[in-house]
Structure formats: structure tokens, C-alpha cells
């Protein structure tokens, strides 16, 4: 028989941080919710929380608090029925949902379709962000419920939906190109002009220069794991990097941006993937994901 209170105390404090936290929440004492945590591992032989600030799950804790998050929607729906059944005394347990997507996709068009599921949703959204080509494994791994992706091939237990493609440019600043490119923009020239990285797994840059040139280069670049500090960086001159059409596509109209190569842009296919088990009771959130994908991709 598994020990909800425990379960639930376990995904409170990796969703709040901290054992004080989610002891506000849940309505005891940061003892109680300690000693429910430790009982449930001594029971499971696994460590479910790494203690921290924040406090986070374990991989096996992660499983866990997904079983309640599921457990939390079928609650829902069947309170929603029945409302008979919620107890007036009992705190509010209101279900957030962990689900992943790219920085990209967050700072052009993802926002606009989470913004119109909260509107007519009671649950709460954690978004995670990674690179495309790594939020499936978010999923894979448990961590997260759904993801925005660029994996094509359905992940086990998921179903799949096509989003579109996010179109990216290798942009810069006329001021940067006449410095870095007098001669134009060639292979020798481009492992010396420095570029813009998100971090170490973005790859965008290094596609794009294997998809134009034909090969691999080195070239040096500024490290920016920031959507909005990235494309300031571009629109400064700091160097050149792989924007969202989304994003260039006024900028290079009127000028600010150019192209460093003209019609050479990079496209990305994204995919929502989302957990089976919660795909029919979420299905207004992936018909709004959807539905501003294919408007705005």
C-alpha cells in the first residue's frame, strides 16, 4: 500500500526546495514532513531527495513525484465529479505540472500557448529549459511530463506531435561584418570573427558553418546562456550568432541585422512529446501547443 502522505511530502519539497517550505504547504510541522521523507526511503532503500539549497530529486525521486502529479489529475477529475469528496478542512493540494522546452521556443512562442491553458486551468506550470536536441531525455528520464523537442522518433510511452520548424539566420551587425568579413564572408574568415554560444550544447552555430561551408570550423566564440542577453549581444556587435526568424525578422528588414550569408537559413523541426498517461487529460494544453506552433513557426 503506498503511503500518499509520504509521496506527497517527498514531491512537495522537491517542488518548494526546502522541508520549511513544504511544511507551509502541506500544513505540518518541518518535522513531520522530514520524518515522512526519511521513513518512505528507509522503506524503499533509496535515497529519493538530495539534500541541498534547493533541494532536489534523485532519479528515482523524480519517478516518484511524476506518479503523484498523475495521481494529482485523476484527483482533480474526479473531484471535479464528485465534489463531494474533498474534504472543506484539507489544505488545497493544487497539481504543477513539470514539462520542458527550449530556451528559443520560451522566448518567441511557447509562452503565449502556456499563458492560454492557465487561463482556463487550475494547474501550475514548472517549465524546465534545455537544449531541443536534450529535452527528451528530460521525458526519458522522468523528470518532466511533456516536452518540446526536436526528436522525430515517438519516445516510449509518449505520443508525438509535429510543431513546425523554427527557422533560425546567421545574423550580425553591418558594423561587425565590415570588420570581420571586408573580404567576405569565407571559411578563413570565420575562424577568426568571434561568435555568440548559448552554452555547450548549442550546436547551431557549428551546423550552420558545416551546412554553408561544407565542413567543420573552428572559430572562437563568447559564451551567453541567456535568450534576451544573446540577441542583445548580436544587435550590440559583439559577435555573430544563430537567431530565431522570430526574433530577426524586423531587424534585418529594416537593416540592424544582416544575413552573413544570404539565404542560408538553419531549420529546426520540433515535436511535442507528452507522457500517455497524461496525454487525454491534458489535451487543451497540447491543442494550445499546437495551435501557436503552427500559427507562429
Not at 16 to 26: C, D, K, M, P
Not at 194 to 206: G, I, M, V, W
Amino acid at each position: 500500500m503506498l503511503d500518499y502522505p509520504a509521496l506527497r511530502a517527498v514531491a512537495t519539497v522537491v517542488q518548494t526546495g526546502s522541508f520549511e517550505r513544504a511544511a507551509t504547504v502541506l500544513n505540518v510541522t518541518p518535522s513531520a514532513v522530514s520524518q515522512r521523507v526519511k521513513q518512505l526511503e528507509e522503506r524503499l532503500g533509496v535515497i529519493l531527495i538530495a539534500r541541498g539549497a534547493p533541494c532536489t530529486a534523485t532519479e528515482k525521486g523524480e519517478w516518484l513525484c511524476r506518479h503523484v502529479e498523475n495521481v494529482g489529475m485523476l484527483e482533480a477529475e474526479l473531484f471535479g465529479q464528485l465534489p463531494a469528496l474533498v474534504d472543506p478542512d484539507e489544505p488545497r493540494q493544487r497539481v504543477t505540472l513539470q514539462i520542458a522546452t527550449n530556451a528559443d521556443s520560451l522566448g518567441t512562442w511557447f509562452v503565449e500557448a502556456i499563458s492560454n491553458f492557465s487561463k482556463t486551468s487550475s494547474y501550475l506550470l514548472n517549465v524546465a529549459v534545455d537544449d531541443q536536441d536534450h529535452t527528451a531525455e528530460w521525458l526519458q528520464r522522468g523528470r518532466v511530463i511533456a516536452a518540446v523537442t526536436s526528436l522525430e522518433k515517438p519516445i516510449r510511452g509518449c505520443r508525438r506531435f509535429a510543431l513546425g520548424t523554427l527557422r533560425y539566420n546567421a545574423t550580425a551587425t553591418p558594423d561587425f561584418v565590415a570588420r570581420h568579413f571586408p573580404d567576405g564572408v569565407t571559411s578563413e574568415a570565420i575562424r577568426n570573427a568571434p561568435a555568440l554560444t548559448f552554452n555547450q550544447k548549442d550546436k547551431l552555430q557549428s551546423s550552420w558553418v558545416r551546412q554553408t561551408f561544407g565542413q567543420d570550423l573552428d572559430y572562437p566564440t563568447h559564451w551567453l546562456p541567456a535568450p534576451q542577453s544573446f540577441f542583445e549581444a548580436t544587435l550590440s556587435g559583439m559577435g555573430w550568432g544563430m537567431n530565431p526568424t522570430l526574433l530577426t525578422r524586423d531587424h534585418l528588414a529594416s537593416g540592424r541585422l544582416i544575413e552573413l550569408v544570404a539565404e542560408t537559413p538553419l531549420d529546426v523541426p520540433l515535436y511535442w512529446q507528452i507522457n500517455r498517461l497524461a496525454a487525454d487529460r491534458l489535451g487543451e494544453l497540447t491543442r494550445e501547443v499546437v495551435a501557436v506552433a503552427m500559427r507562429r513557426l
